[in-house]
Nanobody, 117 residues
Framework: QLQLVESGGGLVRPGGSLRLSCEAS????????LAWYRQATGKQREVVAR???????DYADSVKGRFTISRDNVKNTLYLQMDTLRYEDTAVYYC???????????WGQGTQVTVST
């Protein structure tokens, strides 16, 4: 019903910046709460940042002050601005759109972010 496609990942040096985008199609997502997750090799998937349909926002402690989540309901796009990137930020980043709750929703295919010298 809702298709999500992430983009903007890539290779970046420590201290650098990237801006991830998640474009939705098939439906508008104005009524959905949205989130960015990430999964590093050998680790569990973890929530990075969330933004509700009412624009309430929360961040993981590890990214607070460095990452900014935002949404554009007209463009059906979710963003994650990532600044001051660290080696520990290396992961596949996934877009998620909730349906009835945070455990029920739609996933994008993921985009790789690699922080390396």
């Amino acid at each position: 019903q809702l298709q999500l496609v992430e983009s903007g990942g890539g290779l970046v040096r420590p201290g650098g910046s990237l801006r991830l985008s998640c474009e939705a199609s098939g439906n508008n997502f104005s009524g959905h709460s949205l989130a960015w997750y990430r999964q590093a090799t050998g680790k569990q998937r973890e929530v990075v940042a969330r933004i509700t349909r009412f624009l309430d926002i929360d961040y993981a402690d590890s990214v607070k002050g460095r990452f900014t989540i935002s949404r554009d309901n007209v463009k059906n796009t979710l963003y994650l601005q990532m600044d001051t990137l660290r080696y520990e930020d290396t992961a596949v980043y996934y877009c998620f759109a909730a349906r009835s709750n945070w455990l029920d929703g739609y996933w994008g295919q993921g985009t790789q972010v690699t922080v390396s010298t």
